[in-house]
């Protein structure tokens, strides 16, 4: 079980979270929704501790601790059971796709090269790129791209992969093949916290819908209710305004 508590972040005198609780289920698929600014990549930061969020608590398995408190032992272990998939890639561009999904494992988990490798080399093909494993960033799509950050999170096997905006940076024709990756992940059982904007892939995949607004949760709940009939005013204002299929 994984349980994250009253999370709080400010920048400057903008207070960006204002107290956000999470529960998830061992292999549960949150996707969280929202307007732009309401706090959502600033959330998915604080998890992994790529922002330092100002209160709050975070426990997965065993590890609990507190933001505030936070050494780095705990941040250690926390970010050794987390691992995330960026908008914008962040590969190496000196590094080939296969050197890119071995970083992780070689340097932070020690796990030896030749390992690191055999372990690298499965996850690209589980992405479907085994044959684009010695190609470097610029010889890829995005949609590739993006797949080969996949590739390097799920390659740490972490207790939970958190995606933000995976496809926001991808060309329309794109962001179908990395969609059914993550779908694929999904149907593993991986627990999964996903900020997207992609609204028929949240209905369809997600095991709950988590609505975000001007730094808190208003709104969640199974996706069928949760698009079909929701109960706040603010979340039937958003969905008003965003087009997707047949939900």
Do not use: W
């Not at 690298?120 to 949609?143: D, F, H, T």
């Not at 990756?181 to 988590?210: P, S, W, Y």
């Amino acid at each position: 079980m994984i349980r994250i508590r009253n999370v709080h972040k400010k920048f400057g005198n903008d207070q960006i979270l204002k107290g956000i609780d999470l529960t998830i289920k061992p292999g549960e698929v949150i996707c969280i929704i929202g307007p732009s600014g309401s706090g959502k990549t600033t959330f998915l930061r604080c998890l992994n501790f790529l922002e330092n969020a100002d209160k709050g608590d975070i426990e997965i398995g065993d590890t609990h601790i507190r933001f505030d408190r936070a050494f780095s032992k705990g941040v250690r272990e926390i970010c050794l059971k987390t691992a995330m998939v960026f908008q914008g890639y962040e590969l190496f561009q000196h590094r080939t796709a296969l050197q890119n999904v071995m970083e992780g494992l070689i340097i932070p988990r020690k796990i030896p090269k030749s390992e690191a490798k055999e372990i690298a080399m499965k996850m690209l093909q589980k992405v479907g790129l085994s044959e684009k494993a010695n190609r470097y960033p610029e010889q890829l799509s995005g949609g590739q791209q993006q797949r080969v950050g996949i590739a390097r999170a799920i390659a740490l096997n972490p207790d939970l992969l958190l995606f933000d905006e995976p496809t926001s940076a991808l060309d329309p024709e794109l962001v179908g093949e990395v969609l059914d990756t993550m779908k694929n992940l999904a149907e593993e059982g991986r627990t999964m916290i996903i900020v997207t904007h992609e609204m028929q892939f949240a209905h369809d995949v997600a095991d709950r819908i988590v609505f975000m607004a001007e730094g808190v949760v208003v709104e969640s709940g199974k996706p069928q209710e949760f698009f079909r009939e929701p109960k706040e005013q603010a979340t039937k204002d958003f969905l008003s305004k965003v087009a997707f299929g047949s939900v």
